[in-house]
């Protein structure tokens, strides 16, 4: 399974284990459109540069291409011998680059599906495949431990780069096209000079596989995730760690300041922690609540957060020093979900009581009580403007509130949230 912004950040596409590529509005959670075709799971998915279009790799072996608002199969190609598990567009939208358990590199008219060249060399499966920014080049990772550099206009192998000890799993370019970074089961993450190709530094510190590792948008970290339950922030200029982030079962969840410059995790336990991402000092913890911790929010401005949990209320803090601010009680059950308003003004919590609540986080005061699930819920988001909230719940429905009134605006059901 994977999931991809479109270029303007405003859709997701995902692909899924029975077959189908779903697009959703990034905002609201609400399904837009469903691709089906593939005959088992849909692998990789992309979008073109322009966002018009969505690709994907099957466990059918095949790469379909779709228009990205309607959903229909525009072209497919056919040619690999195996499960295609990694996919990319060129930066200008005109080809498309497949990664397969079939140990090859495929390139593809994205406009008739057409083959246009197979790239072979790997000797086991290709898992990760990227083009440069400028297109000049392509990069694969595969399980025979090797990375792969590619002239994709000439689709001649450039380099074969040999320093993993494991299967590589991820590849991808900085913005910049200055370095590659690839994620390993060797559980290193490792960066290259995408000029030289030669090794530029060993991100150590996994203690098993990592299967993810991409470059923030200015090119300047490294993000990587690993099968040992943790995710890991590194500087790429000082080739060093700036925070890691430990998740010790599955209801592990972390959450970002929205400059960055902190992260609060939770393990599912009553205690919050609170990170510096550029420093590798202890984190702050955050003590008070009676039951475990299930979410958390920080205000726009990044100077307060809310945390949430199973005692049935939601606590606020300073985001700076973790100094305790108040307690809001009134829910019945377990508070799942918090959100603040895009001004910060109104706070909004979501229970196992089946009711979302509307507060004044700087008094205190409970302003509305929101009535109409039938469940839990699991997830809440202002609009842009504030003046009104969705509300999305284990019954399967979305119900959009006026956040002054208190008055249902609309609803809709969608099965994809039961």
């Known amino acids: 399974m994977s999931a991809t912004f479109s270029p303007d950040g405003k859709r997701i596409a995902s692909g899924s284990a029975d077959g189908t590529v779903r697009v959703w509005n990034a905002r609201s959670g609400e399904s837009l459109a469903t691709c089906t075709g593939h005959e088992g799971w849909a692998n990789g998915v992309d979008y073109s540069p322009?966002?018009?279009?969505?690709?994907?790799?099957?466990d059918d072996r095949t790469v379909r291409i779709w228009d990205a608002r309607s959903c229909e199969l525009l072209v497919t190609g056919t040619g690999h011998e195996d499960e295609v598990i990694g996919i990319d567009f060129d930066p200008d939208g005109r080809t498309v680059v497949s990664g397969s358990k079939d140990k090859t590199v495929r390139l593809w008219d994205a406009a008739t599906g057409e083959l246009l060249e197979t790239l072979s060399g790997h000797t086991n499966h290709v898992y990760g495949v990227s083009f440069s920014p400028d297109g000049s080049r392509i990069v694969s990772g595969s399980a025979d431990m090797t990375i792969r550099v590619w002239d994709a206009l000439t689709g001649e192998s450039v380099a074969t780069l040999t320093e993993h000890e494991g299967q590589v799993s991820r590849v991808a370019y900085s913005s910049d096209g200055r370095r590659i970074v690839s994620a390993s089961d060797d559980g290193t993450v490792r960066l290259w000079d995408a000029s030289t190709l030669e090794p530029s530094a060993i991100l150590a510190g996994h203690e098993s596989a990592?299967?993810?590792?991409?470059?923030?948008?200015?090119?300047?970290?490294v993000v990587s995730a690993s099968t040992d339950r943790t995710l890991r922030l590194w500087d790429v200029y000082r080739e060093e760690r700036l925070f890691r982030a430990l998740?010790?079962?599955?209801?592990?969840?972390?959450i970002p300041s929205p400059d960055g410059s902190r992260l609060l995790t939770g393990d599912g336990s009553a205690t919050v922690s609170l990170w510096a991402t550029g420093s590798d000092q202890p984190p702050v913890n955050l003590t008070g609540h009676k039951g475990a911790a299930r979410g958390a929010a920080f205000d726009r401005a990044g100077r307060r957060l809310a945390t949430a949990s199973d005692d049935g209320t939601v606590r606020l803090w300073n985001s700076t020093s973790g100094d305790p601010i108040s307690t809001l009680t009134g829910h019945d059950g377990p508070v799942v979900s918090v959100a603040f308003s895009p001004d910060g003004k109104t706070l909004a919590t979501g229970s196992a009581d089946k009711t979302v609540r509307l507060w004044d986080p700087?008094?205190?005061?409970?302003?509305?009580?929101?009535?109409?699930?039938?469940?839990?819920?699991?997830?809440?988001?202002?609009?842009?403007?504030?003046?009104?909230?969705?509300?999305?719940s284990g019954d399967g429905t979305v119900l959009r509130w006026d956040t002054s009134s208190g008055e249902l605006v609309a609803g809709l059901a969608d099965s994809t949230l039961r």
């Not at 322009?50 to 099957?58: L, N, Q, V």
């Not at 469940?375 to 003046?387: H, M």
């Open 50 to 58: 322009d966002g018009k279009r969505i690709a994907s790799g099957g």
């Open 210 to 221: 990592v299967f993810s590792a991409v470059f923030s948008p200015d090119g300047a970290r």
């Open 247 to 254: 998740g010790s079962n599955e209801e592990s969840w972390a």
């Open 362 to 392: 700087r008094s205190g005061e409970l302003l509305t009580t929101l009535r109409g699930h039938d469940a839990a819920i699991a997830f809440l988001d202002f609009n842009e403007d504030g003046t009104q909230i969705a509300s999305f």
